[in-house]
Structures are given as structure tokens and as C-alpha cells.
């Protein structure tokens, strides 16, 4: 029986992106078990699928400098893997990767594109190449040590079924109806160019509540957004709900799994979402689909954004930056409120 440990420590999208390939794998060779090795928080992506167990590595306090990957490194090897997977390609991951070689163990790192991304993310673009989804790149290592498969298109992420009753004391206590629409909105990343102005959520709010009762739960985290969030609940008070902060992750799950819509940018709850299947509406500016990152098996109509027609310099970064090109960031000011309301109308007929 094959066993297979995979490394990957971040970002929180990245790691949850294994999933769909993690579940794929355990399903089409059902003698094969495999082992993730990512932080501790990130586990319970994982915990619902089947011949899968996680080993948590604090590489922050437990494993960090040398001394700890190399405790690292032994303990994946008393787990006898017949191959480790680094899809990270991280400083840290090659460090643990080569004090697993010198242990005997043998490991396999994907490709993670580098090239191809930063000529397609260059100023100046001589060619204008869609690369391969990060899933597809995660998939091919598997094929690469003779495991290849399939992936469905099916729910890849599981939040349980059984109601959690913080999820119904926080839904009661928000007075959130069924007979509202419930819209999630998850307007933050790490970076500028992905974020669409977030002042525009309230104009936003009060065109889509011209037409019919909807409840707005946000999404994210930090005391910024947090406090960001707060200035919504004051405007709308009656149709705002504040996630954030309120349930641990595997509620939030329960809950962006009942939405009817989720409205997000280029950030790990949009990837949390696709993969729950949930109807989707991402608003994309700096970055783009193109690199790898869209919502996985998600059709383009899904995205919001200005089309390459109109500004060609798109996208001018894999992962986001502070900086643009033009100095305006119109890839984001340029799409309205308006633009944003119609495309939820549309979604939701």
C-alpha cells in the first residue's frame, strides 16, 4: 500500500486547494493512504476525507531554524513514505526536503511556474498564455511518481451536515431569516490590487436592498476589516451580519455552505467557497484567473472584472501588490457598484 506524504505550509488558499487532489487521489487508488504536512490551523481542511490523516507542524515555534526541520525531517521519515511531495517550493520546504534526501527518503518537488508567470505578469507582455490551475500543477507531481487520476467535478470540501449550535445561536441571534436572500461578502486580501474600494460596499448594499431583503454576512478577520465591518452593521443594522470573529473556521464553513452567493475577490474565502460549490461572484483587479488561482472548475462568468481589451497591463502580479502601473489601480475603480448589483441580480435568477 503507497504511502505518500505532501508538504505544503501556506498560504491558507494554496493548502486548501490540496483538497480536491488530496480526495481524487484516496478515491482512485483506495490501497494508497497519504499524509499532509501543514500548519496546524490549516488541518481541518482535511479532516472528513478518508485514508488521510495530517501531521501539524508549527513551523513558526516548534520547527523553525534548522535544528527544528531536521526534527521535522525524522519524524516524517518514521512514517516510512514511499514518496514526499513538496508542492510548497518554499525555502523552508527545500531545506526539509534535503534533510529527508540525506535520510534516505524520497522527494519529489512540483513546478510551480515561476517563469511562465512572470512573463505573463511582466509590464510589457510580448505573449498572453492561461497557465495551468495550481489543482492541475498540484495533480501532475502525483502523476509524475506514477500515481495519475481524474479529478470530478463534484463538492471537494466537506463542512459537516449536522448543525453546529454556535451556527444556529449565531443565525437566531442575527435574526437571519430564510425568507432573506443571504448574500456572504468577503471584500479583503493581503494586497491592494486585489482589493475592490471597499467604500463602494455601501452604495452596493442599498441598490440590491432597493429590490428585495437580503442578509449580507461578512467574511474575513484582523481588528482593520473587523472595524471596517462595524461601519457596514451601523449603516445597514438590519441586514448586515459580521462573521468575522463570531465562529471558528469549520462554522464559517457550515455557513458559507447555506449562502445562496458569495461575493469575494481574489482571497482564500473565494477559494473556500468553490470548493463548497457555492455560487460564486469574484471581483478581480491586479491579478488574474490566468496565473492559475480562479475559483477551481468554475466558469468564467464567475469573475468580475475589466477585460484586457481595456487595460492590457492586467494582470501585473501573481499574488497582488501595493503598486500600479497607471497609479490609479482602474482595474478596480473602474468597476461600479452598478456593474457589481446587476451581475448579482443576474446570478441569482
Not at 38 to 50: A, G, I, S
Request: aromatic share 12%; net charge positive; glycine share 4%.
Amino acid at each position: 500500500m503507497p504511502h505518500l506524504v505532501v508538504l505544503r505550509f501556506s498560504a491558507m488558499g494554496d493548502v486548501v486547494l490540496l483538497t480536491p487532489v488530496v480526495k481524487a487521489f484516496t478515491q482512485h487508488y483506495p490501497d494508497a493512504k497519504i499524509t499532509i504536512v501543514t500548519r496546524p490551523k490549516f488541518t481541518v481542511f482535511f479532516n472528513n476525507l478518508e485514508r488521510v490523516q495530517c501531521l501539524p507542524a508549527d513551523v513558526d515555534k516548534t520547527y523553525t531554524g534548522f535544528s527544528g526541520l531536521w526534527k521535522l525531517a525524522q519524524e516524517i521519515k518514521k512514517l516510512n513514505p514511499d514518496f514526499v511531495l513538496d508542492v510548497h517550493d518554499h525555502l523552508r520546504t527545500r531545506m526539509l526536503s534535503f534533510f529527508l534526501r540525506l535520510s534516505g527518503v524520497s522527494v519529489v518537488r512540483f513546478n510551480k511556474g515561476r517563469k511562465e508567470k512572470k512573463l505573463l505578469t511582466q509590464k510589457d507582455k510580448n505573449n498572453f498564455v492561461p497557465l495551468l490551475h495550481t489543482v492541475e500543477r498540484y495533480q501532475q507531481v502525483f502523476s509524475q511518481i506514477g500515481f495519475p487520476f481524474e479529478i470530478k467535478k463534484e463538492k471537494h470540501l466537506s463542512a459537516s451536515s449536522i448543525p453546529d449550535q454556535l451556527v444556529e445561536d449565531f443565525l437566531q441571534k442575527e435574526k437571519a431569516s430564510k425568507q432573506e436572500t443571504w448574500i456572504g461578502v468577503a471584500p479583503f486580501a493581503m494586497h491592494a490590487s486585489k482589493i475592490w474600494p471597499v467604500h463602494v460596499y455601501f452604495q452596493l448594499f442599498s441598490i440590491l436592498l432597493k429590490e428585495k431583503p437580503y442578509r449580507f454576512f461578512l467574511f474575513g478577520g484582523g481588528a482593520k476589516e473587523v472595524a471596517f465591518f462595524e461601519t457596514l452593521k451601523e449603516a445597514f443594522p438590519a441586514n448586515v451580519s459580521i462573521v468575522a470573529g463570531q465562529l471558528k473556521l469549520t462554522q464559517e464553513l457550515q455557513l458559507m455552505q447555506q449562502l445562496q452567493l458569495m461575493l469575494c475577490v481574489d482571497s482564500s474565502n473565494m477559494h473556500l467557497a468553490s470548493l463548497l460549490q457555492v455560487p460564486l461572484l469574484s471581483i478581480w483587479g491586479g491579478t488574474h484567473t490566468a496565473t492559475g488561482f480562479g475559483p477551481f472548475q468554475y466558469p468564467q462568468d464567475a469573475i468580475i472584472e475589466i477585460d484586457r481589451t481595456t487595460l492590457p497591463c492586467r494582470p501585473c502580479s501573481v499574488f497582488g501588490k501595493e503598486k500600479c502601473y497607471r497609479g490609479d489601480f482602474a482595474c478596480l475603480n473602474l468597476i461600479t457598484p452598478q456593474m457589481v448589483a446587476d451581475r448579482i441580480t443576474s446570478a441569482l435568477r
